[in-house]
């Protein structure tokens, strides 16, 4: 589904991925792990087209990104859900115009899609009773499902979450990774995860390190706690002694 070969990203001087390789098959459940600052945030936005690589090649469903312009090139970029960081809900909107956000800019009239709002607000496990509300009267575990109920308005095919869970308490983090497994099962698609939180193993089907720039280990996530390679080895148990100097 997504292949990236030699990818090569700096700004300025500062290398962020070198020469980094992964490819991530069709209905993979991925989690990347890797130290703060190592530039997973920077290879997704490759991936979603938020940033240009310097150089190497990335290959979604068989089109590489570089050879395509225009419609095609957003149609793409379409089909990958990017669920963000902090949900980035628009405050001064209702929840039924931040799900709806994309179509209602094309034009669409919200009569037309508001049977789709409400299925996709029931499927992240919502009342549709929040439609009216606003995101300032949501707990922060529901900003996020408003956050991926927007990104399945768009029926995506790759979905990618940038730690979803990060700030969150156990419970919603729980709430978060079945609510993530659940979709991902449901809509059928690719799932890429950005996570600290180990527990994210118990729903992925993958796990890659990012390492200086590369991405030195992919793996099943079934057997990542008798994974023996010592970056991984260390970095999930949190480990000071082993190759991952300490630092920044
Ligand atoms: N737009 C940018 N301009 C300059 N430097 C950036 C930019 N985005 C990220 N960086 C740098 O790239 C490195 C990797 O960042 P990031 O991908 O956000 O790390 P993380 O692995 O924590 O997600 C950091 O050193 C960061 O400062
Ligand atoms: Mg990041």
């Given at each position: 589904?997504?292949?990236?070969?030699?990818?090569?990203?700096?700004?300025?001087?500062?290398?962020?991925?070198?020469?980094?390789?992964?490819?991530?098959?069709t209905?993979?459940?991925?989690?990347?792990?890797?130290?703060?600052?190592?530039?997973?945030s920077?290879?997704?936005?490759?991936?979603?087209?938020?940033?240009?690589?310097?150089?190497?090649?990335?290959?979604?469903?068989?089109?590489?990104?570089?050879?395509?312009?225009?419609?095609?090139?957003e149609?793409?970029?379409?089909?990958?859900?990017y669920?963000?960081?902090?949900a980035?809900l628009?405050?001064?909107l209702?929840?039924?115009?931040?799900?709806?956000l994309?179509h209602?800019?094309?034009?669409?009239?919200?009569?037309?899609?508001?049977?789709?709002?409400v299925?996709?607000?029931?499927?992240?496990?919502?009342?549709?009773?929040?439609?009216?509300?606003?995101?300032?009267?949501l707990?922060?575990?529901?900003?996020?499902r408003?956050?991926?109920?927007?990104?399945?308005?768009?029926?995506?095919?790759?979905?990618?979450?940038?730690?979803?869970?990060?700030?969150l308490d156990?419970?919603?983090?729980?709430?978060?990774?079945e609510?993530?497994?659940?979709t991902?099962?449901?809509?059928?698609?690719t799932?890429?995860v950005?996570s600290?939180?180990?527990?994210?193993?118990?729903?992925?089907?993958?796990?890659?390190?990012?390492?200086?720039g590369?991405?030195?280990?992919k793996?099943?996530?079934?057997?990542?706690?008798?994974?023996q390679?010592?970056y991984?080895?260390q970095?999930?148990?949190?480990?000071?002694?082993?190759?991952?100097?300490?630092?920044?």
């Open positions: 589904m997504i292949e990236i070969k030699g990818l090569s990203k700096a700004f300025g001087s500062r290398i962020v991925t070198k020469d980094l390789n992964l490819s991530v098959g209905g993979e459940f991925l989690a990347i792990i890797g130290r703060s600052g190592e530039g997973k920077v290879l997704l936005k490759q991936i979603i087209g938020l940033l240009e690589p310097d150089n190497g090649e990335i290959t979604i469903n068989g089109l590489s990104l570089s050879s395509l312009h225009g419609r095609e090139r149609k793409i970029f379409r089909e990958c859900g669920v963000f960081q902090f980035a628009l405050d001064s209702s929840v039924f115009d931040n799900v709806a994309y209602l800019e094309h034009g669409i009239k919200a009569d037309d899609i508001h049977s789709l709002v299925e996709k607000i029931k499927s992240v496990g919502l009342n549709p009773d929040v439609l009216n509300k606003f995101p300032d009267e707990s922060g575990g529901m900003k996020k408003v956050g991926l109920a927007r990104t399945l308005m768009m029926t995506p095919k790759i979905l990618i979450y940038d730690e979803p869970t990060t700030g156990p419970i919603t983090t729980r709430l978060i990774h609510l993530m497994k659940e991902h099962i449901k809509f059928n698609t799932t890429i950005i600290h939180d180990v527990e994210v193993f118990k729903y992925a089907s993958h796990v890659a390190m990012l390492h200086e590369k991405i030195i280990f793996g099943e996530a079934s057997s990542i706690w008798d994974c390679n010592p991984i080895y970095f999930i148990r949190g480990l000071a002694e082993g190759p991952i100097t300490h630092g920044t």
